[in-house]
């Protein structure tokens, strides 16, 4: 079983950035495709970047292209991102997640497949 931990959620002003990690243990990190979701209250989770398990391809939403980035640091075991020039928008509960065998691309639309994280929040507001 892999277990997934989010962390560096938290309290920021509109156009601020935060750092968002995700940390993997009990499986190793090669052939899982990697990605964030988020959901706001009363909302259905939303695809927001992927990342192929090399780290060489990346897909993202268009709400979070040019301000969200998605990286991986296979040493630490961690799946990050970085989130600039945030927006009120932006708040929600974020969650990543990995699946087996999958591409970029195949992590907007989750699976029964997926491994997922405990969330951790993002609040946006001045």
């Known amino acids: 079983q892999a277990h997934l931990v989010e962390s560096g959620g938290g309290l920021v002003q509109p156009g601020g950035s935060l750092r968002l990690s995700c940390t993997f243990s009990g499986r190793t990190f090669s052939g899982y495709a990697t990605g964030w979701f988020r959901q706001a209250p009363g909302k259905e989770r939303e695809f927001v970047a992927a990342l192929n398990w090399r780290g060489d391809y990346t897909h993202y939403a268009d709400s979070v292209k040019g301000r969200f980035t998605i990286s991986s640091d296979n040493a630490k075991n961690t799946v990050n991102l970085q989130m600039n020039i945030l927006k009120f928008e932006d708040t929600a509960l974020y969650y990543c997640?990995?699946?087996?065998?999958?591409?970029?691309?195949?992590?907007?639309?989750?699976?029964?497949?997926?491994?997922w994280g405990q969330g951790t929040q993002v609040t946006v507001s001045s």
């Open positions: 997640a990995a699946r087996f065998g999958a591409n970029a691309q195949a992590m907007t639309v989750p699976s029964s497949d997926d491994y």
